[in-house]
């Protein structure tokens, strides 16, 4: 006699099955997201750092502020960058970033731990042709910088969270990307810089989860 199961028992198989796969593709998920956020700011990050590279080359100088990095209207604009919309200043937190904008248009940012983010700074702001926010404004920091970027890798998409698609990086007089510890000179640890980007209540704060993500191999194990 040929033995099967029953219809109750595929059910309830079925069941598990379905269980288990809620569970478990919201987790997938999130980690095949993270991983492409990842690979995304990378990919910018040394874009970016190429870019000053062949600055220095083209304006023949060892420090970048004699450059377009000198200049933010210079510097974001189409000479060097694919730009689909352009921001000023005044207009860049209602118009590219949305985070003065009104109704439903409006975006919030959050810190990693669901709290909200600080508010931005106007900035000189462009969004590229491949979605991201490019935000960038000339620091010195006694010599130590020369401007900071901060990007948002998927635009005004969710989730808007500070160390998943916002970060942010300094770039220095020889035109290097650096993390906060730029400023500082402070020898932190990897657990250090994660805490500091769980913690910090500013934007400025996407520097310390840049440096984090950076000194874990470019993973997001935060």
Known sequence: MKKGFTLSELLMALTIVGV????TVPVMMNNVHNKMFATQVKNMSAMIEQLAQDQLLVHRTRDLSDTDFGDP????????????KNCAPDKALKDCWKTTADGD????YKKIGGSDLGGFTASRTV??????????????NSGKTVGFFMIDINGNDKPNILGRDLFGFYVTPSGHIADCTILSEDNLTLEDKI???????????????????VDSGWKMDY
């Open 20 to 23: 288990i796969a809620v569970l």
């Open 127 to 140: 969004i590229l042709k491949n979605g991201v926010i490019v935000k960038y404004n000339t620091e010195s």
């Open 73 to 84: 209207e210079e510097l974001l604009s189409d000479k060097h960058f694919a730009i689909t």
């Open 105 to 108: 248009s409006k975006v919030k």
């Open 195 to 213: 805490n500091k980007c769980k913690a910090n209540s500013s934007p400025k704060g996407t520097g310390w989860c840049y440096g984090a993500l």
